[in-house]
DNA sequence: ACCCCATATTCAACAAATTGATTAGGTGCG
DNA sequence: CGCACCTAATCAATTTGTTGAATATGGGGT
Protein backbone atom coordinates (compact mmCIF):
# COMPACT_ATOMS: atom_id res chain seq x y z
CA UNK A 1 0.00 0.00 0.00
CA UNK A 2 2.67 2.43 -0.79
CA UNK A 3 1.19 4.79 -3.21
CA UNK A 4 0.06 6.19 -0.28
CA UNK A 5 4.17 7.07 0.30
CA UNK A 6 4.36 8.14 -3.31
CA UNK A 7 1.70 10.73 -2.71
CA UNK A 8 3.27 11.95 0.67
CA UNK A 9 6.43 12.13 -1.08
CA UNK A 10 5.02 13.94 -4.11
CA UNK A 11 2.70 16.20 -1.48
CA UNK A 12 5.74 17.28 0.64
CA UNK A 13 6.81 19.44 -2.49
CA UNK A 14 4.09 21.39 -2.03
CA UNK A 15 0.46 21.10 -2.01
CA UNK A 16 -1.41 19.86 -4.96
CA UNK A 17 -5.06 19.22 -5.75
CA UNK A 18 -5.87 15.34 -7.21
CA UNK A 19 -5.89 16.74 -10.36
CA UNK A 20 -2.59 18.39 -10.40
CA UNK A 21 -0.97 15.95 -8.58
CA UNK A 22 -2.39 13.21 -11.83
CA UNK A 23 -0.40 15.60 -13.98
CA UNK A 24 2.52 15.90 -12.12
CA UNK A 25 2.80 11.91 -11.71
CA UNK A 26 2.02 11.55 -15.22
CA UNK A 27 4.97 13.79 -16.18
CA UNK A 28 7.75 13.16 -13.19
CA UNK A 29 7.19 10.49 -11.73
CA UNK A 30 5.54 7.96 -13.80
CA UNK A 31 9.46 6.00 -14.43
CA UNK A 32 9.57 5.10 -10.46
CA UNK A 33 6.00 5.37 -9.77
CA UNK A 34 2.65 4.39 -11.73
CA UNK A 35 -0.84 5.44 -10.95
CA UNK A 36 -4.30 6.09 -12.50
CA UNK A 37 -5.93 9.25 -11.29
CA UNK A 38 -8.70 6.74 -9.62
CA UNK A 39 -6.03 6.22 -7.69
CA UNK A 40 -4.56 8.78 -6.77
CA UNK A 41 -8.97 10.43 -5.68
CA UNK A 42 -9.37 6.99 -3.25
CA UNK A 43 -5.82 6.93 -2.14
CA UNK A 44 -6.16 10.69 -0.94
CA UNK A 45 -9.41 10.23 0.50
CA UNK A 46 -7.87 7.45 2.88
CA UNK A 47 -4.64 9.42 3.69
CA UNK A 48 -7.45 12.16 4.86
CA UNK A 49 -9.36 10.24 6.51
CA UNK A 50 -6.10 8.61 8.63
CA UNK A 51 -5.19 12.24 9.05
CA UNK A 52 -1.93 12.06 7.14
CA UNK A 53 -3.46 14.98 4.47
CA UNK A 54 -5.69 18.07 4.95
CA UNK A 55 -7.85 19.23 2.21
CA UNK A 56 -9.18 22.64 1.94
CA UNK A 57 -11.77 23.61 -1.08
CA UNK A 58 -10.48 26.64 -3.71
CA UNK A 59 -13.22 27.75 -4.98
CA UNK A 60 -12.43 28.61 -8.87
CA UNK A 61 -14.64 30.79 -11.44
CA UNK A 62 -13.57 29.96 -14.50
CA UNK A 63 -12.57 26.32 -13.59
CA UNK A 64 -14.44 23.74 -11.17
CA UNK A 65 -13.92 23.96 -7.50
CA UNK A 66 -11.25 21.78 -6.45
CA UNK A 67 -9.63 20.18 -3.23
CA UNK A 68 -6.29 21.23 -2.29
CA UNK A 69 -4.24 18.89 -0.14
CA UNK A 70 -1.70 19.16 2.49
CA UNK A 71 0.66 16.79 4.39
CA UNK A 72 -0.33 17.25 7.45
CA UNK A 73 2.70 16.76 10.56
CA UNK A 74 1.38 13.28 11.07
CA UNK A 75 2.07 12.45 7.32
CA UNK A 76 5.65 14.12 7.52
CA UNK A 77 6.28 11.36 10.08
CA UNK A 78 4.73 8.46 8.19
CA UNK A 79 6.88 9.63 5.42
CA UNK A 80 9.97 9.73 7.83
CA UNK A 81 8.99 6.50 9.26
CA UNK A 82 8.77 4.87 5.33
CA UNK A 83 11.96 6.60 4.68
CA UNK A 84 13.67 4.64 7.89
CA UNK A 85 12.07 0.92 6.71
CA UNK A 86 14.27 -1.01 4.06
CA UNK A 87 12.69 -0.67 0.17
CA UNK A 88 11.03 -3.33 -1.53
CA UNK A 89 13.08 -4.62 -4.63
CA UNK A 90 11.45 -2.46 -7.43
CA UNK A 91 9.13 -3.64 -9.37
CA UNK A 92 7.92 -3.59 -13.13
CA UNK A 93 6.00 -4.48 -15.87
CA UNK A 94 6.89 -3.98 -19.40
CA UNK A 95 4.90 -5.75 -22.14
CA UNK A 96 7.29 -4.75 -24.44
CA UNK A 97 10.11 -6.47 -23.30
CA UNK A 98 7.97 -9.78 -22.93
CA UNK A 99 7.24 -9.50 -26.58
CA UNK A 100 10.83 -9.17 -27.41
CA UNK A 101 11.69 -12.30 -25.29
CA UNK A 102 9.40 -14.27 -27.30
CA UNK A 103 10.23 -12.73 -30.57
CA UNK A 104 11.78 -15.99 -32.16
CA UNK A 105 8.59 -17.66 -31.76
CA UNK A 106 5.92 -15.26 -32.52
CA UNK A 107 8.02 -14.46 -36.08
CA UNK A 108 6.47 -10.94 -37.62
CA UNK A 109 9.63 -8.93 -37.73
CA UNK A 110 8.05 -5.83 -38.82
CA UNK A 111 5.80 -5.67 -35.48
CA UNK A 112 8.53 -5.56 -33.61
CA UNK A 113 10.21 -3.37 -35.57
CA UNK A 114 7.29 -0.73 -35.31
CA UNK A 115 6.25 -1.66 -31.42
CA UNK A 116 10.43 -0.80 -30.61
CA UNK A 117 10.18 2.91 -32.89
CA UNK A 118 6.91 3.57 -30.96
CA UNK A 119 8.89 2.56 -27.76
CA UNK A 120 11.86 4.61 -28.98
CA UNK A 121 9.62 7.61 -30.13
CA UNK A 122 7.70 7.55 -26.91
CA UNK A 123 11.08 7.77 -24.90
CA UNK A 124 12.63 10.44 -26.91
CA UNK A 125 9.49 12.56 -25.76
CA UNK A 126 9.87 12.06 -22.21
CA UNK A 127 13.66 12.40 -22.41
CA UNK A 128 12.24 16.02 -23.86
CA UNK A 129 10.37 17.08 -21.66
CA UNK A 130 12.58 15.66 -18.71
CA UNK A 131 15.10 17.96 -20.09
CA UNK A 132 12.79 20.76 -19.89
CA UNK A 133 11.96 20.23 -16.33
CA UNK A 134 15.94 19.71 -15.18
CA UNK A 135 16.64 23.38 -16.91
CA UNK A 136 13.93 24.96 -15.25
CA UNK A 137 15.40 23.29 -12.37
CA UNK A 138 19.14 24.10 -12.81
CA UNK A 139 18.00 27.91 -13.57
CA UNK A 140 21.77 28.33 -15.63
CA UNK A 141 23.55 26.40 -12.83
CA UNK A 142 25.72 23.54 -13.56
CA UNK A 143 24.83 19.95 -12.28
CA UNK A 144 27.46 20.25 -9.73
CA UNK A 145 26.96 23.14 -8.64
CA UNK A 146 23.17 22.61 -7.63
CA UNK A 147 23.59 19.48 -6.25
CA UNK A 148 26.26 21.05 -4.09
CA UNK A 149 24.42 24.00 -3.09
CA UNK A 150 20.81 24.08 -3.70
CA UNK A 151 18.45 23.25 -1.02
CA UNK A 152 16.75 20.51 -2.38
CA UNK A 153 18.33 17.78 -4.08
CA UNK A 154 15.50 14.91 -4.55
CA UNK A 155 13.44 16.28 -7.08
CA UNK A 156 16.63 16.65 -9.42
CA UNK A 157 18.04 12.98 -8.51
CA UNK A 158 15.13 11.41 -9.23
CA UNK A 159 14.28 13.10 -12.25
CA UNK A 160 18.09 12.28 -13.62
CA UNK A 161 17.33 8.83 -12.50
CA UNK A 162 14.17 9.30 -15.30
CA UNK A 163 16.44 10.66 -17.82
CA UNK A 164 18.63 7.68 -17.39
CA UNK A 165 16.43 5.22 -17.77
CA UNK A 166 14.68 7.28 -21.26
CA UNK A 167 18.26 7.22 -22.59
CA UNK A 168 18.60 4.04 -21.67
CA UNK A 169 15.40 3.00 -23.84
CA UNK A 170 16.49 5.05 -26.26
CA UNK A 171 19.82 3.16 -26.53
CA UNK A 172 18.52 -0.18 -26.05
CA UNK A 173 15.49 -0.05 -28.44
CA UNK A 174 18.28 1.14 -31.56
CA UNK A 175 20.45 -2.08 -30.93
CA UNK A 176 16.97 -4.01 -31.22
CA UNK A 177 16.38 -2.11 -34.13
CA UNK A 178 19.53 -2.34 -35.44
CA UNK A 179 19.52 -6.45 -34.95
CA UNK A 180 16.12 -6.93 -36.33
CA UNK A 181 16.79 -5.23 -39.55
CA UNK A 182 20.24 -6.71 -40.19
CA UNK A 183 18.61 -10.18 -39.51
CA UNK A 184 15.86 -9.55 -41.89
CA UNK A 185 18.13 -8.67 -44.79
CA UNK A 186 18.76 -11.77 -46.47
CA UNK A 187 22.50 -12.71 -45.95
CA UNK A 188 24.64 -11.51 -48.98
CA UNK A 189 28.47 -11.96 -48.89
CA UNK B 1 -4.23 -9.83 -17.34
CA UNK B 2 -0.41 -10.01 -19.06
CA UNK B 3 1.13 -12.07 -16.61
CA UNK B 4 -0.25 -14.69 -18.65
CA UNK B 5 1.61 -13.19 -21.84
CA UNK B 6 4.84 -12.80 -19.25
CA UNK B 7 4.61 -16.83 -18.60
CA UNK B 8 3.79 -18.24 -22.51
CA UNK B 9 6.78 -15.45 -23.51
CA UNK B 10 8.90 -17.84 -20.40
CA UNK B 11 7.08 -21.11 -21.45
CA UNK B 12 8.36 -20.46 -25.41
CA UNK B 13 11.55 -21.05 -24.45
CA UNK B 14 10.90 -24.24 -23.54
CA UNK B 15 8.64 -26.22 -20.97
CA UNK B 16 9.14 -25.78 -17.22
CA UNK B 17 7.05 -26.30 -14.23
CA UNK B 18 5.74 -23.73 -11.79
CA UNK B 19 8.42 -23.88 -9.57
CA UNK B 20 10.91 -23.74 -12.30
CA UNK B 21 9.02 -20.85 -13.71
CA UNK B 22 9.34 -19.13 -10.48
CA UNK B 23 12.86 -19.35 -10.41
CA UNK B 24 13.38 -18.15 -14.05
CA UNK B 25 11.30 -15.00 -13.69
CA UNK B 26 13.28 -14.35 -10.15
CA UNK B 27 16.71 -14.46 -11.83
CA UNK B 28 15.73 -13.54 -15.54
CA UNK B 29 12.16 -11.64 -15.56
CA UNK B 30 12.26 -9.54 -12.62
CA UNK B 31 13.98 -6.79 -14.69
CA UNK B 32 10.40 -6.62 -17.03
CA UNK B 33 8.00 -8.45 -15.55
CA UNK B 34 7.69 -8.94 -11.91
CA UNK B 35 5.52 -11.34 -10.09
CA UNK B 36 5.24 -13.77 -7.26
CA UNK B 37 5.17 -17.89 -7.11
CA UNK B 38 1.55 -17.58 -6.23
CA UNK B 39 1.00 -15.77 -8.61
CA UNK B 40 2.60 -18.06 -11.28
CA UNK B 41 0.79 -21.10 -10.03
CA UNK B 42 -2.73 -19.49 -10.19
CA UNK B 43 -2.39 -18.34 -13.76
CA UNK B 44 -0.47 -21.45 -15.09
CA UNK B 45 -4.22 -22.79 -13.18
CA UNK B 46 -5.74 -20.40 -15.95
CA UNK B 47 -3.80 -20.56 -19.16
CA UNK B 48 -4.53 -24.62 -18.51
CA UNK B 49 -8.25 -24.30 -18.20
CA UNK B 50 -7.92 -22.13 -20.85
CA UNK B 51 -6.25 -24.50 -22.88
CA UNK B 52 -2.66 -21.84 -24.07
CA UNK B 53 -1.09 -24.50 -21.94
CA UNK B 54 -0.87 -28.37 -20.97
CA UNK B 55 0.31 -29.79 -18.03
CA UNK B 56 1.81 -33.57 -17.72
CA UNK B 57 3.04 -34.98 -14.22
CA UNK B 58 6.63 -35.96 -14.10
CA UNK B 59 7.27 -38.32 -11.27
CA UNK B 60 10.17 -38.20 -9.61
CA UNK B 61 11.79 -40.33 -6.46
CA UNK B 62 13.74 -37.96 -4.69
CA UNK B 63 12.05 -35.19 -5.44
CA UNK B 64 8.26 -34.39 -5.07
CA UNK B 65 6.66 -34.89 -8.39
CA UNK B 66 5.83 -32.13 -10.69
CA UNK B 67 3.50 -30.53 -13.43
CA UNK B 68 5.38 -29.80 -16.40
CA UNK B 69 3.92 -27.25 -18.58
CA UNK B 70 4.15 -26.85 -22.23
CA UNK B 71 2.50 -23.97 -24.66
CA UNK B 72 -0.15 -25.06 -27.05
CA UNK B 73 -0.62 -24.43 -30.61
CA UNK B 74 -3.52 -21.95 -28.80
CA UNK B 75 -1.06 -20.39 -26.53
CA UNK B 76 1.63 -19.87 -29.29
CA UNK B 77 -1.17 -18.01 -31.14
CA UNK B 78 -2.22 -16.12 -28.32
CA UNK B 79 1.23 -14.94 -28.10
CA UNK B 80 1.24 -13.93 -31.73
CA UNK B 81 -1.76 -12.10 -30.86
CA UNK B 82 -0.34 -10.07 -28.49
CA UNK B 83 2.69 -9.34 -29.76
CA UNK B 84 0.64 -7.50 -32.61
CA UNK B 85 -1.41 -5.34 -30.09
CA UNK B 86 -0.11 -2.18 -28.87
CA UNK B 87 2.11 -2.11 -26.32
CA UNK B 88 1.25 -0.94 -22.88
CA UNK B 89 3.63 1.69 -21.35
CA UNK B 90 6.40 0.02 -18.84
CA UNK B 91 4.49 0.51 -15.21
CA UNK B 92 7.01 0.68 -12.44
CA UNK B 93 6.85 0.97 -8.59
CA UNK B 94 10.17 1.85 -6.98
CA UNK B 95 10.09 2.76 -3.19
CA UNK B 96 13.78 3.94 -2.85
CA UNK B 97 12.96 6.18 -5.78
CA UNK B 98 10.00 7.71 -3.36
CA UNK B 99 12.21 8.46 -0.59
CA UNK B 100 15.08 9.78 -2.55
CA UNK B 101 12.42 12.22 -3.83
CA UNK B 102 10.92 12.87 -0.63
CA UNK B 103 14.50 13.26 1.10
CA UNK B 104 14.68 16.82 1.55
CA UNK B 105 11.89 17.04 3.81
CA UNK B 106 12.71 13.68 5.69
CA UNK B 107 16.29 14.74 6.89
CA UNK B 108 18.13 11.69 8.09
CA UNK B 109 20.88 11.48 5.48
CA UNK B 110 22.46 8.69 6.93
CA UNK B 111 19.36 6.06 6.54
CA UNK B 112 19.09 7.36 2.99
CA UNK B 113 23.17 6.73 2.41
CA UNK B 114 22.48 3.10 3.44
CA UNK B 115 19.37 2.27 1.02
CA UNK B 116 21.62 3.55 -1.69
CA UNK B 117 24.28 1.48 -1.00
CA UNK B 118 22.17 -1.78 -0.08
CA UNK B 119 21.00 -0.87 -3.66
CA UNK B 120 24.33 -0.38 -5.04
CA UNK B 121 24.79 -3.90 -4.05
CA UNK B 122 21.59 -5.39 -5.07
CA UNK B 123 22.59 -4.02 -8.44
CA UNK B 124 26.46 -5.42 -8.85
CA UNK B 125 24.58 -9.22 -7.36
CA UNK B 126 22.10 -9.11 -10.45
CA UNK B 127 24.37 -7.68 -12.80
CA UNK B 128 27.43 -10.39 -12.08
CA UNK B 129 24.55 -13.14 -12.42
CA UNK B 130 23.47 -11.45 -15.85
CA UNK B 131 27.24 -11.18 -16.96
CA UNK B 132 26.99 -15.25 -15.92
CA UNK B 133 24.01 -15.74 -18.06
CA UNK B 134 25.41 -13.81 -20.84
CA UNK B 135 28.91 -15.80 -21.26
CA UNK B 136 26.66 -19.23 -21.12
CA UNK B 137 24.49 -17.45 -24.15
CA UNK B 138 27.71 -16.31 -25.78
CA UNK B 139 29.61 -19.33 -25.50
CA UNK B 140 32.47 -17.51 -26.73
CA UNK B 141 31.19 -15.43 -29.64
CA UNK B 142 31.14 -11.98 -29.69
CA UNK B 143 27.95 -10.08 -29.00
CA UNK B 144 28.24 -8.80 -32.55
CA UNK B 145 28.30 -12.60 -34.18
CA UNK B 146 25.73 -13.77 -32.02
CA UNK B 147 23.42 -10.62 -32.89
CA UNK B 148 23.93 -11.40 -36.30
CA UNK B 149 24.21 -15.20 -36.67
CA UNK B 150 22.38 -17.12 -33.61
CA UNK B 151 18.96 -18.47 -33.99
CA UNK B 152 17.69 -16.99 -30.89
CA UNK B 153 18.06 -13.29 -29.92
CA UNK B 154 15.26 -12.52 -27.91
CA UNK B 155 16.11 -13.79 -24.62
CA UNK B 156 20.05 -11.92 -25.06
CA UNK B 157 17.99 -8.53 -25.97
CA UNK B 158 15.97 -8.72 -23.17
CA UNK B 159 19.13 -9.52 -21.16
CA UNK B 160 20.76 -6.82 -22.40
CA UNK B 161 17.81 -4.60 -21.38
CA UNK B 162 18.17 -5.77 -17.26
CA UNK B 163 21.94 -5.61 -17.99
CA UNK B 164 21.80 -1.91 -19.22
CA UNK B 165 19.23 -1.09 -16.03
CA UNK B 166 21.79 -2.62 -13.31
CA UNK B 167 23.98 -0.52 -14.81
CA UNK B 168 22.09 2.61 -14.82
CA UNK B 169 21.11 2.07 -11.05
CA UNK B 170 25.07 1.47 -10.03
CA UNK B 171 25.88 5.05 -11.60
CA UNK B 172 22.95 6.45 -10.82
CA UNK B 173 23.21 5.38 -6.55
CA UNK B 174 26.85 6.44 -6.83
CA UNK B 175 25.94 10.00 -7.70
CA UNK B 176 23.11 9.83 -4.83
CA UNK B 177 26.40 8.84 -2.14
CA UNK B 178 28.27 11.32 -3.77
CA UNK B 179 25.87 13.93 -3.83
CA UNK B 180 24.73 13.26 -0.25
CA UNK B 181 27.90 12.40 1.13
CA UNK B 182 29.32 16.10 0.05
CA UNK B 183 26.51 18.10 1.45
CA UNK B 184 27.06 16.50 4.48
CA UNK B 185 30.25 17.57 5.51
CA UNK B 186 30.83 20.88 6.78
CA UNK B 187 31.14 23.25 4.00
CA UNK B 188 34.74 24.00 4.01
CA UNK B 189 36.84 26.48 2.04
C1' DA C 1 18.02 -37.71 16.21
C1' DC C 2 17.26 -33.08 15.03
C1' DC C 3 17.00 -29.08 12.32
C1' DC C 4 17.49 -26.48 8.32
C1' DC C 5 17.32 -26.07 3.50
C1' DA C 6 15.68 -27.12 -1.27
C1' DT C 7 12.08 -28.96 -4.08
C1' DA C 8 7.22 -28.56 -5.33
C1' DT C 9 2.56 -26.95 -4.79
C1' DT C 10 -1.79 -25.14 -2.85
C1' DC C 11 -5.22 -22.31 -0.12
C1' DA C 12 -7.44 -18.44 1.69
C1' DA C 13 -7.93 -13.64 2.98
C1' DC C 14 -7.14 -9.28 1.99
C1' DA C 15 -5.34 -5.11 -0.44
C1' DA C 16 -4.60 -2.76 -4.62
C1' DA C 17 -4.95 -1.83 -9.57
C1' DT C 18 -7.52 -1.60 -13.84
C1' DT C 19 -11.33 -0.43 -16.80
C1' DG C 20 -15.05 2.08 -18.18
C1' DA C 21 -18.52 5.13 -17.40
C1' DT C 22 -20.60 9.42 -15.53
C1' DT C 23 -21.18 14.29 -14.10
C1' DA C 24 -20.36 19.26 -14.95
C1' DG C 25 -18.82 23.86 -16.18
C1' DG C 26 -15.65 26.48 -19.27
C1' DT C 27 -12.88 27.52 -23.43
C1' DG C 28 -11.86 27.81 -28.19
C1' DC C 29 -12.83 26.84 -33.07
C1' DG C 30 -15.28 27.04 -37.20
C1' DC D 1 -24.67 26.43 -32.64
C1' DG D 2 -22.29 22.30 -32.14
C1' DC D 3 -18.11 19.87 -31.21
C1' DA D 4 -14.04 18.82 -29.14
C1' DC D 5 -11.09 19.41 -25.43
C1' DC D 6 -9.57 20.81 -20.67
C1' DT D 7 -10.37 21.02 -15.77
C1' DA D 8 -12.06 18.38 -11.76
C1' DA D 9 -13.81 14.57 -9.50
C1' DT D 10 -16.45 10.18 -8.40
C1' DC D 11 -18.54 5.35 -8.77
C1' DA D 12 -18.78 0.54 -9.45
C1' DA D 13 -17.25 -3.89 -11.15
C1' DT D 14 -13.79 -6.83 -12.08
C1' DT D 15 -9.15 -8.37 -12.26
C1' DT D 16 -4.58 -8.55 -10.15
C1' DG D 17 -1.34 -8.63 -6.63
C1' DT D 18 0.20 -9.43 -1.81
C1' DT D 19 0.77 -11.90 2.47
C1' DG D 20 1.03 -15.67 5.30
C1' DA D 21 0.50 -20.11 6.07
C1' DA D 22 0.23 -25.17 5.22
C1' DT D 23 1.75 -29.67 3.24
C1' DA D 24 4.99 -33.27 1.75
C1' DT D 25 9.60 -35.47 0.52
C1' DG D 26 14.49 -35.83 0.71
C1' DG D 27 19.35 -34.32 1.50
C1' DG D 28 23.11 -32.50 4.34
C1' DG D 29 25.21 -31.29 8.44
C1' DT D 30 26.10 -31.47 13.75
Keep these: MSLRHALLAALSQGEASGYELAKRFDV ?3 DYWTATPQ ?3 RDLERLEQDGLVEARVVEQTRRPNKRVFT ?3 AGLAELRAFGERPSKP ?7 LVKVQASDRTGDPAAI ?11 REKLARYDQLRDRLLEGRSE ?11 PYLTLMAGRMYEQLNIDWTA ?3 ATI ?3 QEPAAG
Design 175 to 177: TVI
Design 113 to 123: LEAARAREARS
Design 28 to 30: AVA
Design 144 to 154: EDYLRDSDEVG
Design 181 to 183: THR
Design 39 to 41: QLY
Design 71 to 73: MTD
Design 90 to 96: PAMRDEF
